[in-house]
């Protein structure tokens, strides 16, 4: 219980502590009962303004001055940035120095104050919760992730041990195989053996007869057959085989059974969040009401089937181009060729970006290549997934959209160089984020690090927060459309407005970054597909079937 305060939580004198108080002295900013009051007015040394406690206004509380202890500071040096008192003042310390009211400096810290509140509450503390989150879904997903681990290493030393059973039981067949042949050919040499040393006892027997019987016909007839014999039958000689068993090495056994990859445990550095003031600091450029198309660039690809889907701005005056072959093309607004590059593979690139330092990004096969001083090198190559499309973040990181190989997933990956950093598939739910297929999902990172995907197989534009959240999903606006929304091309610009490519409807849904759709864009634009936007957010978009590339002023 408040020391001060009695078990019907009486209010006492800030001065006796034991009277209930009744009065209030606005200057002091203390409570007083009534003997106290009369003892505090009596002090002639400050103007006391003495009024009953519950007609007291709502005064600060001054600080009592260091320097000067019977005086309040009710005054600011805002040179010296610290409360002083009317004596303070007097002295002569501050001498030219700016001097305010102390309740002017409290309103506008307040208004500080206030403003700090209200950006810990509605903007960092949740982003704190938003990361909290995001840790806890990755711990209630981690013993699925390990016991499908620990289940592959199981199936591979089960794959092992069938496959050594198997070889053994080979060889253990030869072995036997080999034992009947040996016995067989021993068989076959005693039975000749067998046979001759009938033959001889025949042989012996006739003889002892002729010898007792004295007959001189059988004597004259007959005719020895020794040398026949001395010639002994052919001995056989098997070597038993041998096993050469060969010294297991471990190395060898770790890479039979498999490669484990380290665990590896990043702790990226903290970005430090944007103020409210400086997230909305872009000045504001208004949507103008009729857009219009400032260049047209013909890019020369064939027309006959999906000839052009990928443009990326170089410059206010030069883009990338991907279309139908495996040439890339660097145009200016004229329409003059200014570089062409042929991918490695030969195959057409499935899309393009251009980094924050001017080198061009493209994915093809399973490989994402870096183009640099017109040198390609592969700087990642996928297993079991391939890379679609790709664009590079405020941070110089590279977001791509893949399909697994056997085409049942999709998912969003973020690399530093060829480091993956982030995995985005699956919504808090555990279901999948993104549509399956072999299907184009381009994407762009907004102003507030949302990643906006463009997945047009389920006619929806899908955004996540940086840590991967799903935030909304934009599934085209309810007016009259002669086919459903389609969204292709996807790109953001400085004002975080999203902006994606309808293709079928032939125009432009121009969205904030909330997904609320603003206004289309048409400019007799025909099967628009790629998109980007330069720093001065000008916007060029890719036709496809035209294989032109126009450039749109729309803010």
């Not at 499908?148 to 070889?167: F, N, P, S, W, Y």
């Not at 040499?189 to 042989?203: F, G, H, P, R, V």
């Not at 973020?414 to 549509?435: A, H, M």
Request: with cysteine; net charge positive.
């Amino acid at each position: 219980m408040h020391p001060r305060r009695s078990a019907q939580e009486v209010l006492l004198c800030d001065l006796c502590e034991t009277v209930p108080l009744q009065s209030h002295c606005e200057l002091c900013n203390i409570n007083l009962c009534v003997n106290c009051a009369g003892k505090h007015v009596s002090d002639s040394s400050k103007r006391h303004n003495v009024v009953p406690f519950l007609h007291r206004k709502s005064t600060p509380n001054y600080p009592k001055c260091p320097k000067h202890a019977d005086k309040h500071c009710e005054m600011y040096c805002e040179k010296c940035d610290i409360p002083v008192c009317i004596t303070c003042v007097t002295s002569g310390k501050h001498k030219g120095h700016d001097i305010s009211n102390i309740l002017e400096k409290l309103g506008s810290k307040t208004e500080s104050l206030q403003k700090d509140l209200e950006e810990l509450e509605s903007r960092i503390y949740p982003r704190y919760e938003e990361m909290a989150s995001d840790v806890q879904t990755e711990k209630a997903v981690l013993e699925s992730k390990y016991g499908k681990l620990t289940t592959d290493a199981d199936e591979q030393g089960e794959a092992l041990h069938r496959e050594v059973t198997a070889i053994v039981n080979q060889r253990k067949s030869a072995i036997s195989e080999m034992k009947t042949k040996h016995l067989d050919a021993l068989n076959k040499n005693t039975e000749e053996i067998t046979q001759k040393m009938t033959e001889l006892k025949q042989i012996m027997s006739d003889l002892k007869s002729i010898l007792k019987s004295n007959d001189v016909s059988l004597t004259s007839t007959y005719k020895s057959r020794n040398s026949e014999f001395k010639t002994l039958p052919p001995k056989v000689r098997v070597t038993v085989p041998s096993f050469s068993a060969q010294k297991i090495h471990k190395d060898q056994l770790n890479k039979m059974v498999g490669s484990l990859s380290p665990l590896s445990i990043n702790i990226e550095q903290g970005y430090t969040m944007k103020s409210a003031e400086a997230v909305s600091s872009p000045p504001v450029k208004p949507l103008l009401d009729e857009p219009r198309v400032t260049a047209t660039i013909d890019t020369g690809y064939n027309t006959e089937y999906r000839g052009l889907y990928s443009v990326s701005c170089l410059s206010e005056d030069q883009v990338w181009t991907g279309g139908q072959n495996e040439t890339m093309k660097l145009l200016n607004l004229q329409s003059k060729l200014l570089t062409s590059i042929q991918t490695k593979s030969r195959n057409e690139p499935h899309d393009i970006a251009v980094t924050r330092d001017g080198d061009l990004v493209y994915t093809d096969s399973n490989n994402i290549n870096l183009i640099k001083n017109k040198k390609i090198q592969t700087v990642i190559t996928l297993q079991g997934w391939v890379p679609h499309n790709v664009c590079c973040t405020a941070a110089n990181d590279l977001l791509v959209t893949m399909n697994s190989d056997d085409r049942k997933q999709s998912k969003v990956v973020r690399y530093s160089g060829s480091t993956e950093k982030q995995s985005i598939q699956f919504d808090d739910q555990g279901r999948p984020l993104y549509s399956s297929g072999g299907y184009n999902k381009y994407l762009s990172e907004n102003k507030n690090l949302d990643i906006c995907v463009a997945d047009w197989k389920v006619n929806a534009v899908v955004v996540v927060n940086q840590s991967g959240k799903l935030r909304f999903r934009y599934t085209g606006h309810p007016s009259n459309t002669k086919q459903s929304f389609m969204p292709l091309g996807i790109t953001t610009d400085s004002q975080s407005h999203i902006l994606t490519a309808d293709c079928g409807n032939h125009r432009i849904h121009i969205l904030d970054q909330d997904g609320q759709f603003l206004r289309y864009i048409h400019c007799h634009l025909k099967s628009p597909y790629g998109l980007c936007v330069d720093i001065r957010d000008n916007l060029f978009v890719a036709e496809c079937f035209t294989a032109k590339v126009k450039k749109i002023q729309y803010l």
